[in-house]
């Protein structure tokens, strides 16, 4: 079955970094494009970024673009989330998820994991 496993949340000041990764498994990771969309408390879910199954072709929240980095290492099943400039507002559960069909939009997705938590605050 699909499984999608976060890691590499934590607390950091503001202006901090941080990197989060996923490792996926019980699919073909290279096939699918990704997403990365998180929920800040008491808030809904908000797309934040996506990459096609190449890793080639990315798109990004106004919100995060400049600060955050996508990628993929589809030798390693792997999606990562770079993110620099952290600000309080980017305070949320992290999740990733796959999407089947990106033509559909990269907030289309079918699966998520459970989520990795990332604090911004002094």
């Known amino acids: 079955q699909v499984q999608l496993v976060e890691s590499g949340g934590g607390l950091v000041q503001p202006g901090g970094s941080l990197r989060l990764s996923c490792a996926a498994s019980?699919?073909?990771?290279?096939?699918?494009?990704m997403s990365w969309v998180r929920q800040a408390p008491g808030k809904g879910l908000e797309w934040v970024s996506g990459?096609?199954?190449?890793?080639?072709?990315?798109s990004y929240a106004d919100s995060v673009k400049g600060r955050f980095t996508i990628s993929r290492d589809n030798a390693k099943n792997t999606l990562y989330l770079q993110m620099n400039g952290l600000k309080p507002e980017d305070t949320a559960v992290y999740y990733c998820a796959r999407v089947p069909d990106p033509s559909t939009g990269w907030a289309a997705c079918d699966n998520w994991g459970q989520g990795t938590q990332v604090t911004v605050s002094s």
């Open positions: 990459i096609n199954s190449g890793g080639g072709s990315t």
């Open positions: 019980g699919f073909t990771f290279s096939n699918y494009a």
